[in-house]
């Protein structure tokens, strides 16, 4: 999902993490909420290529 015309939701970025996953891991409760508001997925949500 994108967020303005560039920024992608799911990007994955530093350690194989997204910034929903980021969020979970520093226990940022609001932000978390916020980018599951917006459709952001954890790292192992997302569908992999074989």
Do not use: F, H
Not at 5 to 14: L, M, P, S, V
Not at 21 to 40: K, N, Y
């Amino acid at each position: 999902m994108k967020i303005g015309d560039r920024e992608d939701i799911n990007w994955i970025g530093y350690n194989d993490k997204t910034p929903l996953d980021t969020a979970l891991v520093s226990e940022a409760d609001e932000v978390s909420d916020w980018l599951r508001s917006q459709g952001a997925k954890s790292w192992s949500e997302l569908p992999r290529c074989p």
